[in-house]
């Protein structure tokens, strides 16, 4: 018979081979996704590979949920609705009960047109589909509100701003640091509203390189929401404070999927574009602390409108940029 004792330590020691095997395992998929062989006394990855692993495996699931199939991008978006007047009968397109009153009976989204009870707009699910009709410009326009509205992986005017620079422009001296001419970046905006994917910024048009960089800049700023959006701004500056640069890598990494769909994809193409400027350092001579110094307060602001709060966080903008672009293969 065994005693409570000898009970209690074989339960130890079951319990000790049980974690271990569970580490071999957790180890084991991480050598998968890095594909190096890992000894049978089970091997230590080394941190950032770790990450490196995670972030593949990370990145691969976070895809995997952005597409339902190679035409439909299935970003979740939730509805933006404004109290409404109706003129005659309506029902409410959710609980299908009639709207009553003379004057505000509900609610109606002004990017797809649905229309709701004030109470039941609290419990419609984050299905909103933008109609065409009602994205009034590119410019200016929520970010996810385009890319459904369009249905696009990314906003129109990065992917082919982003392709034209990359055609003419990456050899040129001070990319995205100097400046175009205000108007004809002005020009290229109204294009893009008017005139949408159809919009002409070739060379032809266009010869300055600068007023395609100024305006794809412009595009960012402009958003209601910026890319690093304001719900994840503290963390990302909180990151960019700590002072171990793996710890730190892999807060940053953890931080960006928070995003929404929607700004994680066009902030990963955006920083595989940058990634190949850095590439072109000896012509262009833009490194990744430079196009930091460009793109911090472009793709990041504080959610309160604080000009101290701006110029403190400014170098950790700067930073965050900077390992998003010098760490994109590991990070997307």
Known sequence: MFSEELW???EKKCAVVRKSKQGRKRQELLAVALGVKVGVKGGFLWPP???FACSQISSLVRRAA????????????????????FRGPHWCEYCANFMWGLIAQGV????????????????VPNDCQPDLKRIKKVYCCDLTTLVKAHNTQRPMVVDICIREIEARGLKSEGLYRVSGFT?????????FDRDGEKADISANVYPDINIITGALKLYFRDLPIPVITYDTYSK???????????????AVHE??????PAHYETLRYLMIHLKKVTMNEKDN???????????????????????????????YQKLIVQILIENEDVLF
């Open 108 to 123: 109606r989204c002004s990017d797809c047109g649905l229309n709701v009870h004030k109470q039941c707009s609290k419990h």
């Open 255 to 260: 931080v960006l999927m928070l995003l929404p």
């Open 285 to 315: 001579f833009m490194n990744a602390e430079n196009l930091g110094i460009v793109f911090g307060p472009t793709l990041m602001r504080p959610p309160e409108d604080s000009t101290l709060t701006t110029l403190h966080d400014m170098r």
């Open 66 to 85: 952005l597409t339902h199939n190679d035409n439909h991008f299935n970003y979740e978006k939730t509805h933006n609705f404004k109290v409404h007047t």
């Open 236 to 250: 990302f500056i909180d990151a960019a404070k700590i002072s171990n640069a793996d710890e730190r890598l892999e």
């Open 49 to 51: 590979l770790k990450l």
């Open 8 to 10: 209690l330590e074989n």
């Open 183 to 191: 108007e004809h970046i002005e020009d290229v905006k109204m294009a």
